[in-house]
């Protein structure tokens, strides 16, 4: 290999294709300009082997970044995971991403004040936001879950405003419910179900001068609703709100902000109004938000990169929903004749939604986790969901999803590496997850955040790329089959179209999540007389995110024809062998429409070198003389003599005995040259001395209908068969020829010859087309009659006899 380097991490293991200049007409706010980007396209290619070799081609590409303007409007859902592993330990996590939330609509509207935001809070169930305020929820034990929200135990924070009762205990559902029928009413005196989650605007928090509207919302909940039983809200942070007290140094991080609450907006006091549970259910949040896009009127546009949804979460999933069982709920009167004793499909029995054993049902929801199947199938029902958000038929949005401290729980099937890799997936995009850490101090979850809402307001491109490899078939041949193409997109292992999915953990090329199936299905149909060619569409595949890196490589197995043999052997035509590529320009300010109408550019790869040290070889060359014979390959005109030189070398220390050397013409593969009757036997039983070669020539003359003539030479060694091959292009050219009127009785002229020129060397000539009306002359034949130019004849005899 040619590689200065084997690690793909080292810049010398790259071909870059330096500077790339387009048009972006978003461009300082309209006004149109020149980008600049560096190395978009990067490539590689190295062989491992001797006589038979691996070729890898590596390819990578980044995308060019351009501008919308003016900003469109958008219609945004935050899905937010708001249960117990976002704050258990003393976390700030989750009132680190409430933070976040406030700052990234804040940062949307000050591109777009037409901007609406939705916020759909999940855990074991959805709070669904409602038109008119507040948030319900169809599933009972969301209530019972409710965290404590004090400043004890988790330090949540919130003000949440009340909650009456402790964990349901029971394992009879009447009991359940009758516990549960002072959760809901309680429900109604939080002070959640008092601010609007549903198409927040811009009008909704500020004036149109940017003031912030006065917080009534809070003020008529403390006089209305928190002066009835102040002591029901002992310990929590509305104590301190209400009193006009400010907070201490233990509440103030849990708050939304570090000067405290006195100058809070309502954007702000409903999102620290938003409720905790306990348990993860990702697929219902996304359920919802899906709903939401399905929901005729909801959004402002069709356009897709005008309709997002953002999944703010730190990965822990384990509840779904049993599919065989969409719709049972229990409610006030349920009995446990409701249900069914044992739902069919094990491990689903302990879902979600009240499916459960019912002898079993609350302790088994109140506190029991998620066991690894369970884990498995709610992360696969979440993707299922993600798809439908994502297609056109369905949710028609784009999805991000921001991490928090994202890892696996224990126990559990997944590793940290592994929800990461199935986040990515329910992504639209891979680089569409972004991850965050709490910190105290720089808070990096509103960095994060608002890196990833920035990618809802630009616009990314492709470089539309197609490979060619040429192999160097006077030395190496294809072997057919052994074409493999594979891929990664921000980290996510890709699939071409056709390819089925692999589901057996125990196959090599498994994942836990569905590998995008972005790469183009490739065969043997890619290769033609020794080239490879691919269109690999456009890289990044779309779409993608500025930080985006598409890697492709390609593989396939060479094998050394009979002329292989030495220590610095190039297995490709270098000047045949690059990527072509087209680079987008942006001509319309507020489309996202791109259009490739640059100049085509090139990017050749390096030449693999390989060792091959054979025993025997045979190598054939042609020519147009007997003394320059040395061409792989000529071109001659039609009715021409070709002369073949075949050479065996036998680079063994011993005399070597071949059994049979033979050529065969107008054949394309060996196969076909093996099997073929009608061969020239060159030698036979011949002895080729120690470290010495044997030379063999004949020849032939072209004819008019050959065109490329593909001559295989074939040396049986008595233990296998090696072969080369020269082509010889036949083509067509001009002739002349010569008419003789001559006197039949004395052989001498009677009137001057005629000499025909620039006619097709292959022309057959009749005589009739010659013969004159001679005055005082009859004519009586022609020698031929018929003049084939081809045979090497160019004169033609018309006799006459005085009349």
């Not at 699939?495 to 569905?514: F, G, H, L, R």
């Not at 020239?680 to 065109?707: H, M, R």
């Not at 057959?764 to 031929?784: E, G, N, T």
Request: with cysteine.
């Amino acid at each position: 290999m040619i590689r200065l380097t084997g690690d793909p991490s080292d810049p010398d293991y790259w071909n870059t294709s330096g500077l790339t200049s387009v048009y972006d007409a978003g461009h300082d706010k309209g006004s149109g300009g020149i980008l600049t980007f560096h190395d978009l396209l990067r490539i590689s290619k190295g062989a491992i082997g001797d006589c038979s070799a691996t070729v890898t081609l590596d390819i990578e590409a980044s995308p060019p970044v351009y501008s919308y303007y003016p900003p469109h409007s958008l219609d945004v859902v935050f899905v937010l995971d708001v249960t117990a592993s976002m704050m258990s330990g003393k976390s700030r996590k989750m009132a680190l991403a409430k933070r976040a939330l406030i700052q990234t609509i804040q940062l949307l509207w000050e591109q777009n004040k037409e901007t609406r935001i939705t916020i759909v809070p999940y855990a074991r169930d959805a709070y669904i936001p409602n038109p008119f305020g507040g948030l319900s929820y169809n599933y009972l034990g969301t209530l019972f879950t409710w965290r404590r929200s004090t400043t004890s135990g988790n330090y949540i924070g919130q003000i949440l405003g009340y909650r009456n009762g402790s964990f349901v205990s029971t394992t009879d559902i009447p009991a359940y419910m009758a516990q549960s029928e002072p959760l809901a009413a309680s429900a109604n005196l939080s002070l959640y179900n008092y601010y609007n989650y549903y198409k927040i605007q811009y009008s909704d928090i500020y004036n149109e001068d940017g003031s912030a509207r006065p917080d009534t919302v809070l003020a008529g909940y403390l006089s209305t609703v928190y002066a009835q039983n102040p002591s029901a809200y002992n310990g929590n942070l509305i104590e301190s709100v209400a009193s006009g007290a400010p907070l201490t140094s233990e509440q103030l991080p849990y708050s939304m902000n570090d000067t405290g609450y006195e100058n809070n907006t309502i954007l702000e006091n409903l999102i620290w109004a938003i409720p905790y549970g306990e348990d993860t259910n990702t697929q219902a949040g996304l359920n919802e938000a899906c709903t939401l896009f399905k929901t005729p009127g909801f959004a402002q546009s069709d356009d897709i990169l005008r309709r997002a949804v953002i999944l703010i979460t730190d990965g822990q999933a384990n509840r779904s929903v049993n599919p065989s069982y969409p719709d049972i709920y229990a409610a006030p009167g349920s009995t446990d004749s409701d249900f069914l004793p044992d739902i069919p499909g094990g491990i689903w029995k302990y879902f979600l939604y009240l499916k459960q054993t019912v002898p079993n049902l609350i302790s088994e929801v109140a506190s029991r986790s998620a066991n690894n199947e369970e884990l498995l199938l709610a992360m696969q029902r979440a993707y299922e969901t993600a798809v439908e958000i994502k297609s056109p038929s369905g949710g028609n949005a784009s999805l991000f999803v921001l991490g928090i401290e994202i890892d696996a729980q224990s126990p559990g099937p997944y590793t940290r590496e592994d929800v990461l890799d199935i986040l990515r997936t329910i992504a639209t995009t891979g680089s569409y997850l972004h991850e965050a850490a709490e910190d105290s101090s720089q808070n990096p979850i509103i960095e994060e955040l608002k890196r990833l809402a920035r990618n809802l307001l630009i616009l990314t491109g492709s470089l539309q790329v197609t490979v060619t490899d040429s192999i160097n078939t006077a030395l190496f041949e294809y072997v057919p089959g052994s074409l493999r193409i594979f891929g990664t997109q921000d980290t996510l292992k890709l699939k071409s179209v056709s390819a089925p999915n692999i589901t057996d953990p125990s196959d090599p090329e498994y994942t836990v999540y569905q590998k995008p199936a972005l790469l183009p299905d490739i065969s043997d149909q890619n290769v033609q007389d020794g080239i490879i060619t691919i269109n690999l569409g456009d890289l990044p595949y779309a779409p993608a995110a500025p930080e985006s890196r598409t890697h492709i490589r390609l593989t396939y197995h060479i094998r050394a024809k009979g002329a292989a043999h030495g220590s610095h052997l190039h297995t490709n035509k270098d000047s045949e062998t690059a990527v072509s590529f087209l680079e987008p320009n942006h001509l319309t300010a507020d489309s996202p429409l791109l259009t490739y109408d640059n100049p085509l550019r090139t990017l050749h790869f390096p030449t693999p070198i390989v060792s091959c040290n054979a025993d025997y070889t045979i190598e054939k060359y042609t020519g147009t003389a007997t003394d320059d014979v040395f061409y792989k390959s000529i071109s001659v005109t039609a009715c021409q003599t070709v002369y073949y030189r075949f050479e065996v070398h036998n680079y063994t220390d011993s005399d070597a005995v071949f059994p049979l050397l033979y050529d065969v013409r107008g054949v394309q593969t060996i196969e076909e040259a093996r099997s073929n009757p009608d061969r020239l036997i060159i030698a036979e039983n011949f002895t080729v001395p120690a470290q010495s070669t044997a030379e063999f020539t004949t020849g032939y003359k072209t004819s008019c209908s050959e065109g490329t003539v593909s001559d295989f030479a074939v040396l049986e060694t008595g233990d296998t068969y090696l072969y080369d091959n020269a082509s010889v292009i036949v083509h067509d050219d001009t002739a002349y020829y010569t008419v003789e009127y001559l006197d039949k009785c004395t052989g001498q002229r009677i009137c001057p010859d005629l000499l025909v020129a620039d006619v097709a060397a292959c022309s057959v000539i009749s005589a009739h087309d010659h013969i004159r009306c001679l005055p005082c002359w009859k004519f009586v034949c022609a020698i031929p009659y018929h003049l084939h130019l081809c045979e090497g004849e160019n004169i033609l005899k018309l006799y006459y006899v005085p009349c």
